[in-house]
């Protein structure tokens, strides 16, 4: 079964400084992989997905995140946070690669602080 | 864009009791959606899919006896957590999938449910 570990629970970045959230997932072929973003009172929504293709991949709000396959990889970036980064980040890869649409495998989220 | 609604937000039940979720596509049709779990400061977990005019495929370990999953059209998607207890209590989260982008979803913006 897939599988998804986010290493950090909480991170804490002063405004204005760069941002890596590490994702490393287990899947037995290449993975559709995802981040979103949850921001208290919202739904989740997407930054950004991996499917095939170029390994460097860019989302909304200026988040990048790139696969590496040797590292079983997909870490989510940022060159500069701004306040309102600050919210529960998860990444998650598709429950399996099928012809139609599947349920999400989760990781357990990283908590984003923002310091002034 | 697309929308993905939850009625209600919030809802407090006595035990025993039982509560209804209602989950909506607002402007798209959705023969299947998701149904996930949310702990407080934990990860979502896939519950069930919910399929419209079949059966619901429950994730292991969910009792699909006490939550009972309706897919009444392609737009409304319901959850019934039957006989509630307080270990029930969570937020409760569906999600409906973006036709023509494989694995990507849209997700509603939660239910929490509260069980005295």
């Known amino acids: 079964a897939q599988s998804v570990t986010q290493p950090d629970i909480h991170i804490t970045v002063s405004e204005g400084a760069s941002l890596e959230l590490r994702c490393n997932y287990s899947?037995?072929?290449?993975?559709?992989l995802f981040w979103y973003v949850q921001s208290p009172g919202q739904g989740l929504q997407l930054l950004l997905k991996?499917?095939?293709?170029?390994?460097l991949v860019q989302g909304i709000k200026g988040f990048e995140a790139e696969f590496k396959r040797s590292q079983s990889s997909f870490n989510l970036r940022k060159p500069s946070v701004h306040w309102s980064d600050a919210a529960e980040y998860f990444c998650?890869?598709?429950?399996?690669?099928?012809?139609?649409?599947?349920?999400?495998?989760f990781g357990k989220g990283t908590h984003l602080i923002i310091q002034p | 864009g697309a929308v993905v609604s939850q009625h209600p937000s919030r809802v407090i039940c006595k035990s025993g009791t039982s509560v209804k979720i209602e989950c909506r596509s607002l402007?798209?049709?959705?023969?299947?959606m998701f149904w996930y779990r949310q702990f407080p400061k934990q990860s979502l977990m896939l519950m069930a899919t919910?399929?419209?005019?079949?059966?619901?495929?429950?994730e292991q370990g969910v009792e699909k006896d006490k939550f009972l999953i309706n897919h009444a059209s392609l737009t409304l998607s319901t959850l019934t957590v039957t006989s509630a207890h307080p270990e029930d209590s969570s937020f409760y989260i569906c999600?409906?999938?973006?036709?023509?982008?494989?694995?990507?979803?849209?997700f509603g913006p939660g239910t929490r449910l509260t069980v005295t």
């Open positions: 999600s409906a999938p973006r036709l023509g982008s494989a694995g990507e979803q849209y």
């Open positions: 899947y037995g072929a290449t993975p559709y």
């Open positions: 991996y499917f095939s293709g170029d390994t």
């Open positions: 998650a890869v598709e429950k399996s690669k099928g012809g139609g649409a599947d349920g999400l495998t």
């Open positions: 402007d798209f049709q959705a023969t299947t």
């Open positions: 919910s399929n419209e005019g079949s059966k619901a495929t429950y």
